[in-house]
């Protein structure tokens, strides 16, 4: 199985499993609970940093001299904001990936020659950060449109004009080092992407038990139905979305009634409010339960 990565969109993540014997599964919260470590209060970005295509100042960076680059910014790279010179957190990795990759792991970008994919720390903020890092959280945390930029030096005498096979007359950049990656809202390259990521083995270990926050499972694999099958009879093939978690009694009979978190009472599937006490249901424990017994799953496929 591989690493679980997270896309974000607005207040929301979708947390993508990573399989491929199976279709991605869904676990939306909000992003502030998906991507932050609880402990220290950072967390992981990742995404493209630059590819061949022809960026807005109509120039192709040289995917062969950003490649000479992958060892310095492994071992030394860091994180900046906006190209800013304050560092705000560390290039934990960074890999060239074909575009046919590269558009598998971020639909929706047309993605030209190869493309450097790179993964980051962003620093947490402490009481002396810099206020870019706070911006960056800030952005983070709100929803905001994330985008890397890669940044080093460049010899200029070495660029040069190129003709595209469409005609098009651009320069081709051959970067001389590429030491920093900037998190900006403003890209100059179209299919530039930041987002936050996140393995799914570490969302498994959130406290979900003590936790109101709603959330929403989304599991469109009948795979996935099938391996979380209680073995009674039941049609497992023929759930979609949170039915495939759906617990079941030990008849074989589907579950209809669950104990308020409050004060325990039997509450019907479906509501919103308990009956007795009044208080807003959410999924609470059985999330957590339903979670781990996925991730039981997963290393079974």
Not at 122 to 128: A, D, N, R, S
Not at 212 to 240: H, N, Q, R, W
Not at 245 to 268: I, N, R, Y
Request: charged share 20%.
């Amino acid at each position: 199985m591989t690493q679980g990565r997270v896309a974000e969109n607005a207040r929301t993540v979708f947390l993508h499993s990573g399989t491929t014997s199976m279709a991605d599964i869904e676990i939306l919260v909000p992003i502030s609970k998906a991507t932050k470590d609880p402990k220290t209060g950072g967390f992981w970005v990742e995404g493209v940093a630059t590819d061949e295509s022809i960026d807005w100042t109509n120039e192709i960076t040289a995917a062969s001299d950003v490649q000479k680059s992958l060892p310095l910014l492994q071992k030394h790279g860091l994180l900046n904001y906006d190209h800013g010179k304050y560092p705000i957190g560390n290039v934990k990795d960074a890999e060239q990936l074909p575009a046919i990759t590269l558009k598998s792991m971020f639909p929706g970008k047309a993605f030209n020659g190869t493309g450097t994919w790179v993964k980051g720390w962003v620093h947490p903020v402490t009481e002396y950060a810099p206020e870019d890092l706070r911006m960056v959280h800030h952005l983070a945390e709100v929803g905001a449109d994330l985008f890397f930029s890669i940044q080093g030096g460049v010899n200029k005498s070495k660029n040069q004009s190129v003709t595209t096979k469409s005609g098009r007359q651009v320069t081709l950049i051959h970067p001389e080092f590429v030491n920093q990656v900037a998190i900006t809202t403003q890209p100059i390259n179209p299919n530039a992407i930041c987002r936050m990521a996140k393995s799914l083995s570490a969302m498994l270990q959130t406290d979900w038990e003590n936790d109101d926050t709603p959330i929403k499972l989304l599991v469109p694999s009948v795979e996935l139905a099938k391996g979380m099958e209680a073995g009674s009879g039941t049609d497992a093939a023929g759930f979609i979305g949170g039915r495939a978690l759906q617990p079941e009694s030990l008849h074989g009979m589907e579950t209809t009634t669950f104990d308020c978190p409050k004060c325990a009472a039997k509450v019907q599937k479906g509501m919103r409010h308990c009956p007795s006490c009044g208080g807003v249901l959410h999924l609470g424990k059985s999330l957590a339960d339903g979670l781990r017994e996925f991730s039981k799953m997963v290393l079974r496929m």
